[in-house]
């Protein structure tokens, strides 16, 4: 006698058929997700800039002033409101243009700005480590924005360092800071890269 033939129940071709469509899905969800936070990245990447750069000077020292905009977005605003710090890093370059000579690098050097909550006393704490080395807290975050994007007066070299009548170009940059972030973070805010910025280089040119 033959052995009957076992035909598959009708219903496992379908739940495979589901199974399959739900991947799909989640692949391309996941995929959509990738794109949509690479687009956002370049969107803030490219609207972060150095505003306006002012040379000064005082009787000793060159003196710098400059702002950044568009530096924050939600997600660094939410994380800073959260406890997570904060710290901008300024980048000065200064050359001294020469016309049958290689350009001469005066100074390359660098400074921080790094912003951070207190929750228990609602205020914004700054420190300036490598430019003035004070700390200021603030109860108003606009004022505390402010100041983590404005560089009022910074040292930059002792005129002592500049040839009377010389060219000079000074530029300045500004990135957020790369710094580790506490254990298991990037499964509580699992698109933090989009905290990401760097300004491009803005320069100004001058004559001592």
Same mark, same amino acid.
């Given at each position: 006698m033959s052995k009957?033939?076992?035909?598959? @129940?009708p219903s496992v071709a379908p739940r495979h058929r589901s199974s399959s469509v739900c991947r799909r899905l989640l692949c391309g969800a996941l995929v959509l997700a990738v794109?949509? +936070?690479? &687009?956002?990245? =370049?969107?803030?990447?490219?609207? &972060? &800039?150095?505003? @306006?750069?002012?040379? +000064?000077? @005082?009787?000793?020292?060159? #003196?710098?002033?400059? +702002?950044?905009m568009n530096s924050f977005t939600p997600e660094m605003v939410?994380?800073? %409101?959260? !406890?997570?710090?904060?710290?901008?890093?300024?980048?000065? =370059?200064?050359?001294?243009?020469?016309?049958?000579l290689p350009d001469r690098q005066v100074v390359s050097l660098s400074f921080d700005h790094t912003l951070s909550y207190d929750s228990l006393k609602e205020v914004y704490r700054l420190t300036f480590p490598g430019e003035s080395g004070k700390s200021v @807290?603030?109860?108003?975050?606009?004022?505390? $924005?402010?100041?983590?994007?404005?560089?009022?007066?910074?040292?930059?070299?002792?005129? %002592?360092?500049?040839?009377?009548? !010389?060219?000079?170009?000074?530029?300045?940059?500004? %990135? #957020? +800071?790369? $710094? =580790?972030?506490?254990?298991?973070?990037?499964?509580i805010i699992p698109f933090w890269h989009l905290w990401d910025f760097e300004t491009d280089w803005r320069t100004a040119r001058f004559r001592y």
């Open positions: 009957p033939t076992v035909k598959p @129940s794109c949509l +936070a690479g &687009a956002a990245r =370049t969107l803030y990447a490219k609207d &972060a &800039a150095i505003k @306006s750069i002012v040379v +000064a000077n @005082s009787s000793t020292d060159l #003196l710098l002033y400059c +702002a950044v939410e994380g800073i %409101r959260n !406890g997570i710090p904060v710290t901008f890093t300024f980048f000065v =370059t200064l050359e001294q243009k020469r016309a049958f @807290s603030t109860a108003s975050f606009a004022e505390a $924005k402010r100041l983590m994007e404005e560089v009022n007066g910074f040292h930059v070299v002792p005129l %002592r360092s500049l040839v009377p009548d !010389g060219e000079y170009a000074l530029a300045v940059k500004a %990135r #957020l +800071a790369k $710094k =580790t972030l506490p254990l298991n973070f990037h499964y």
